[in-house]
């Protein structure tokens, strides 16, 4: 038998699920409701917040373009003065509101245009302009002081009705804009002036993560923060110190999105930025290399670098205002912010221990849609370094510097050159080829045009190595002590560019030759140091190289020239225990190489010593810059001692094309001209009481005229005339081996 049983709910059954549903539905709908009120209140006090971010955003713009006084009108014009503020209140009779009324009015509101301008760049969801968007602006300021949000009213006004327009009233007060009304009527409200009606705000802090002066061949103050946005969303104030006085010697600001206008930024891109002093007046603007790393979120901002020897040159002729402006453009030395008329950055010009605090603050200029909001950092600060040594201090008025970098030895030309100095060599090595060694240079723009800024190179490219500037004077107050062999210069390179070329030289001074030379406005002497009136002690040389191929074209001619060699060009100081010494892979190159045209011999009638360690030694300069022999009383002190060459020296002297009579030798026709190349002088020109001792020369020496292995040539006392015949008084060679 089949039976089917059909069996459904009973009244009672169907009673007791009704009532339990109709329970939770009383309890669960208006829960959902609320939280559902509650989402949308918070999103609109997150597009209130972006609003008002997106709007600083855009006012910062234009208040740093020039373009804020005419929008300022705009707003004036088109937009409602919130006057239901008291007399008393700061606000009063300054803050402005633009409206955009919400898809459902009506119309459009009057200042409708005024916020796409100030929205339309940054907020791109058409679905954004929906809500009734309300922005209030401080005329006097160009800040925005508050943003309104809202998505159930047709419009914002400060007499709004409340009732059927749908224009809801936003009268300044708690009344109208405090936090619990606002959320009753789902409007989003954010302003960080207007404290009374905002819950508490809890923007992200920004941070100066890192901060480090880095003193090597380049002074430069690095640093990094936590932008998200590139770093074109904040700027960083920089002040930098004395130490010991902790005096504010300068600030500036460093605002990536300004300077590179909302892009950038390559490797040593120069920056022009406005300098402040310790009494907050501007001192103009001056160029920086500044570095910033994308990937790394890394600034580096070069303070001091080493010039090649045609900018300095070029920065050394130019006088008065035009003299002013190029230093400002065109230097990487620290010593030109001493120039800038400015009573706490005079100690600049000079070594000085200083450091840098760095305080980085929002400016939202650049925000990629993200509009969380920033809280300026406190300030960080920076180790201490010194300016243009590795250390510096000053002891009984004497300063005591040491030397680990190039651009430390370089620095010595601006110390003051009356004032007594000590540098040391305290590097193991210091190599002139290794990776971060450079100078800047002036380098066509990429625009072309001819016009020029400063550019860096480093000192060993594919092209080759870079010639080293010479150092123009190291000054009988100053001494630069090595420490032998282990406290080498390696790899030095001097050549052509160590000294400004004549075309820069008469473009500069113009063509009278006898006038710049009495005014020595540029290098007459190639080398470590162009001349040498102090003491070079315990300095050893590995692998270094001169290479001069003087031609007759103005472009490759060194007219002016009177002398080259590896430590010095001249010397009337005092040279003890120097070395220059070539490694086994390089034996038997020419380490000094000077080339010079025949036929010069009949118009220059100017020195020319080629040496292997100086060109003209012992030879003392007069005060328009001619040459005469050098005195030294006995036991004051020795002019060479303990000096050795291993390298080859080569050069072919100026000599005329031919004798004017038949069996006159080159030598004695260019007998009056004070030349010589040898391996460790080429031309000497000294008094009574100066010996050259323990002398070594190791290596070969060729030369047309005047060649010797210790000297080239050597002259005494005359009682008249620059240059006399070989002969009496003569110095006397100790105890020197070739």
């Not at 007791?16 to 409701?33: D, E, G, K, T």
């Not at 402005?96 to 791109?124: C, F, R, W």
């Not at 300021?141 to 006004?157: D, I, K, N, R």
């Not at 100026?654 to 080159?666: F, I, V």
Request: with cysteine; hydrophobic share 35%.
């Amino acid at each position: 038998m089949n039976g089917n049983s059909n069996k459904g709910f009973t009244l009672t059954e169907l009673v007791v699920v009704l009532v339990i549903i109709s329970i939770l539905a009383a309890v669960a709908v208006p829960s959902a409701i609320h939280y559902i009120r509650l989402a949308e209140f918070r999103k609109n006090e997150s597009n209130a917040k972006t609003v008002y971010l997106a709007a600083e955003a855009s006012l910062t713009w234009y208040r740093t373009s020039g373009e804020w006084d005419e929008f300022r009108r705009e707003v004036i014009y088109y937009g409602t003065c919130n006057n239901t503020f008291t007399e008393e209140d700061r606000e009063a009779n300054r803050i402005y509101l633009i409206t955009m009324n919400g898809s459902n009015a009506a119309e459009s509101s009057k200042s409708d245009n005024l916020v796409q301008k100030l929205l339309g760049s940054s907020i791109y969801d058409p679905d954004f302009f929906r809500g009734s968007i309300g922005i209030e602006i401080d005329v006097e300021t160009g800040q925005v002081y508050s943003a309104f949000y809202g998505t159930h009213c047709f419009g914002l006004a400060y007499d709004g009705a409340e009732g059927d327009t749908g224009v809801w009233n936003i009268s300044a007060g708690e009344a109208y804009r405090g936090y619990d009304i606002r959320r009753d009527k789902l409007l989003g409200y954010y302003s960080v002036e207007d404290v009374v009606n905002v819950v508490e705000l809890k923007p992200i802090r920004l941070k100066v993560t890192t901060i480090n002066l880095v003193n090597g061949e380049t002074l430069s103050l690095n640093w990094s923060g936590n932008s998200r946005h590139k770093s074109l969303d904040v700027a960083y104030d920089i002040s930098f110190y004395e130490k010991g006085t902790n005096q504010e010697l300068f600030s500036t600001e460093v605002d990536l999105y300004k300077l590179g206008q909302g892009k950038w930024i390559k490797n040593n891109e120069i920056a022009s930025l406005t300098l402040t002093d310790r009494e907050k007046t501007e001192v103009g603007e001056w160029a920086f290399p500044l570095t910033y790393q994308e990937d790394s979120g890394r600034f580096s901002l070069v303070l001091d670098g080493m010039m090649s020897s045609e900018l300095m040159e070029v920065l050394n002729a130019k006088t008065g205002a035009e003299g002013a402006e190029i230093i400002r453009k065109y230097s990487a030395s620290i010593t030109r912010l001493g120039t800038a008329g400015s009573e706490s950055m005079k100690v600049l010009a000079g070594p000085v221990d200083l450091y840098a605090v760095i305080t980085v603050r929002p400016t939202y200029a650049e925000t990629e849609g993200d509009f969380r909001e920033y809280r300026a950092s406190s300030p960080l600060r920076s180790n201490d370094e010194n300016t243009l040594f590795a250390k510096a201090k000053e002891k009984d008025s004497v300063l005591e510097a040491s030397i680990t970098r190039f651009r430390h030895l370089s620095n010595m030309r601006y110390f003051a050159p009356e004032r007594e100095g000590n540098f040391v060599l305290s590097a193991r090595n210091i190599d002139w080829t290794s990776a971060g060694v450079g100078m800047y240079g002036l380098k066509e723009t990429d625009s072309g045009g001819g016009v020029l800024e400063l550019g860096w190179r480093d000192s060993s490219t594919e092209e080759g190595i870079l010639d080293f500037p010479s150092i123009k004077l190291l000054s009988a107050s100053h001494s630069l002590e090595g420490k032998g062999a282990a406290s080498a210069l390696v790899n030095l390179q001097l050549g052509m560019d160590s000294m400004p070329s004549d075309e820069i030289v008469e473009k500069l001074y113009g063509t009278d030759q006898e006038a710049n030379e009495q005014n020595q406005r540029y290098t007459r002497y190639v080398g470590l140091f162009g001349e040498i009136e102090g003491r070079v002690n315990r300095i050893t040389l590995l692998n270094p190289v001169l290479s001069l191929e003087i031609l007759p074209d103005k472009e490759n001619s060194l007219d002016y020239l009177w002398g080259a060699g590896i430590v010095c060009g001249r010397s009337q100081g005092v040279l003890e225990d120097i070395a220059v010494t070539v490694s086994n892979d390089k034996r038997g190159q020419d380490m000094v190489k000077v080339l010079c045209p025949k036929g010069l011999a009949e118009t220059r009638k100017a020195p020319f010593g080629v040496g292997g360690i100086v060109g003209i030694l012992a030879a003392a300069q007069e005060g328009d810059g001619s040459l005469k022999a050098l005195h030294r009383a006995a036991g004051a002190g020795q002019p060479a001692r303990e000096l050795v060459m291993e390298g080859k020296v080569t050069a072919l002297l100026p000599e005329p094309d031919k004798s004017p009579e038949e069996g006159y030798s080159p030598e004695e026709e260019a007998v009056s001209t004070a030349m010589g190349v040898g391996g460790i002088f080429g031309y000497g020109w000294t008094g009574e009481g100066v010996t050259l001792t323990y002398c070594q020369n190791r290596g070969e020496v060729t030369a047309n005229l005047f060649a010797g292995g210790i000297g080239g040539r050597m002259t005494g006392i005359y009682e008249s005339g620059m240059f006399g015949e070989e002969g009496h008084n003569a110095p006397s060679i100790k105890n020197c081996i070739n």
